[in-house]
């Protein structure tokens, strides 16, 4: 499947790609979020959203946090741990054949998740999509998705905590990093959510703009070095 989608002749453009993470339902449900990812591609950008499996793992890697730290079964962590095990045997086949891919990224295992996670957010946070949340930025901002939209049900406090509230520390730990959040409720403005997108797509196109000038220059300037030289 891998090789056909390789296969596929694409055109040779610069988009900016644009990470979609947040409350489970509403990153993924076109109906909860109005349809974001048709807003971004619409916009021009490539949208990347991080998959469903790694929620369940995130669930089940809880357990042995809770028996450490707090009242967890050591039955309930057997439990968890056996269940990571058995999902990332199966993604292990995937795993490897994504790496050797030209296109696409291989997923990481929720161990690593936990570990970047770690960096700027104690695992305790397991309420809603917890900890799981920052991990997502995490990975998506390193595997070269600066923009993200971080989408949350209005008054959602977890995800405003470990979404929003770890927006400043992102920004400060990683350069150019182009984070959005927004509000989805039924009595919300659909036009304010629509504009603040366009907002962060604005900036993603100038900051490829501004990345491509600067690599001309730089390759200018390299090229005249070498003619001096000569």
């Excluded at 995130?58 to 439990?79: C, F, T």
């Excluded at 199966?90 to 795993?95: D, F, H, Q, T, W």
């Excluded at 990975?139 to 406090?157: K, T």
Aim: aromatic share 8%.
């Amino acid at each position: 499947m891998i090789a056909d989608f390789e296969s596929v002749e694409i055109e040779d453009v610069i988009k900016p790609r644009v990470g979609v993470v947040g409350e489970i339902l509403v990153k993924f449900h076109p109906t909860a979020n109005n349809d974001i990812v048709k807003l971004i591609e619409e916009e021009g950008g490539e949208a990347v959203v991080p998959d469903l499996v790694d929620f369940f793992l995130y669930s089940a890697y809880d357990a042995e946090y809770k028996y450490k730290y707090l009242s967890g079964s050591k039955r309930a962590k057997i439990l968890g741990n056996a269940t990571i095990n058995v999902v990332e045997m199966y993604r292990s086949v995937i795993r490897k054949a994504l790496k050797n891919s030209k296109r696409f990224e291989p997923p990481t295992t929720i161990y690593h998740l936990a570990e970047k996670a770690k960096e700027i957010i104690d695992l305790g946070n397991q309420t809603g999509e917890g900890w799981l949340l920052t991990a997502e930025m995490i990975e998506l901002i390193e595997m070269g998705v600066p923009n993200i939209a971080c989408l949350q049900p209005f008054a959602c406090l977890p995800n405003h905590v470990t979404g929003k509230g770890v927006a400043k520390a992102l920004r400060e730990r990683y350069k150019d990093v182009n984070i959005v959040a927004v509000d989805y409720d039924p009595g919300a403005s659909e036009v304010n959510q629509i504009n603040r997108l366009k907002l962060m797509m604005s900036v993603a196109h100038r900051r490829i703009v501004d990345n491509v000038k600067k690599f001309n220059e730089n390759i200018a300037l390299e090229e005249a070095s070498i003619s001096e030289q000569k």
